[in-house]
């Protein structure tokens, strides 16, 4: 978690569009099921 962590802090620290937060947002949640799937493929 605290990749995560830093990940949004580093995000948050710059000014953004609603725009750019929603695009990022997406990518994030895109990432995590990805992320998430694979562990789910791996379990037994």
């Known amino acids: 978690?605290?990749?995560l962590s830093t990940v949004g802090k580093q995000f948050s620290e710059t000014p953004r569009?609603?725009?750019e937060i929603?695009?990022?947002a997406d990518a994030?949640?895109?990432?995590?099921?990805?992320?998430l799937a694979n562990?789910?493929?791996?379990?037994p």
């Open 1 to 3: 978690m605290a990749t």
């Open 17 to 19: 569009t609603e725009k």
């Open 22 to 24: 929603t695009v990022f």
């Open 28 to 35: 994030l949640a895109d990432m995590l099921c990805a992320y």
């Open 39 to 43: 562990l789910a493929a791996m379990s």
